[in-house]
């Protein structure tokens, strides 16, 4: 069964600094890989995602992610947090195997950002 | 091009009752999926809908239901409400293919008393 892992439910870096969330996953297929930020009181907006094509993706906002085949990792980066990245962030897998491409999500990371 | 849109926002019930929730999908999108995300939790797939039949259950009762329509709007039906339904519910719409990108609504809050 997959299965995402987000290591660290809260973290906090200052204005201009490096954000790195982390996500590991589990999969027995190559797997689709996403990366969703909810703001509060909002639904889930898609910052990323992977589909076996380049390894390093690029997203919205300035955030990309690296998929990492031996390390079975998917963290999320940007190089300078802005205060409005201040969000929710959740990475997700699905599986290219099953027709309805359901979301398996991690736990989520709360971002803050210190002015 | 609208985007997915659910209502009511925000919904009370008392245990035991019954609760409707609806989803108007993204132009052009003929799947909608259904996730429960309980507070502090990640999203929970419910089940999903293509052109108007199931297509994929998560780990949810049977007391959980839903229908989808010809304009590819969407219903999920909870019955014999429990406390523990208590979330934030969230409709996501997209295409079948062989890339799935998933749009999510706002979400409506459920809230059992």
Redesign the interface.
């Known amino acids: 069964a997959q299965s995402v892992t987000q290591l660290g439910s809260h973290v906090s870096v200052s204005e201009g600094a490096l954000v790195l969330l982390r996500c590991n996953y589990s999969s027995s297929v190559p797997p689709y890989l996403f990366w969703y930020v909810q703001y509060p009181n909002q639904g889930l907006q898609l910052l990323l995602k992977y589909t076996s094509a380049a390894t390093l993706v690029k997203g919205i906002n300035g955030f990309e992610a690296e998929f990492k085949k031996s390390e079975t990792s998917f963290h999320l980066t940007k190089p300078s947090a802005h205060m409005s990245d201040a969000a929710e962030y959740f990475c997700a897998v699905s599986d290219r195997a099953d027709s309805s491409y359901k979301l398996i999500f991690g736990s989520g990371t709360r971002l803050l950002v210190r002015p | 091009e609208t985007g997915?849109t659910q209502s009511p926002t925000h919904l009370i019930k008392t245990r035991g009752q019954q609760v409707t929730l609806r989803c108007s999908s993204q132009s052009g999108h003929n799947?909608v999926?259904w996730?429960q995300q309980a507070l502090?939790?990640?999203?929970?797939?419910i089940f999903?809908y293509?052109r108007e039949e199931e297509?994929?259950r998560?780990n949810f009762p049977p007391r959980f239901s839903g229908l989808q329509f010809p304009n590819y709007s969407s219903e999920l039906n909870v019955n014999a409400l429990e406390l523990d339904d208590s979330a934030l519910y969230?409709c996501?719409s997209?295409t079948?293919g062989l890339?799935?990108?998933?749009?999510?609504?706002?979400?409506t809050r459920l809230t059992v008393t």
Do not use: D
């Open positions: 997915v799947t999926s996730y502090g939790q990640g999203p929970q797939f999903q293509y297509n994929g998560g969230l996501a997209g079948g890339v799935h990108e998933q749009y999510f609504g706002p979400g």
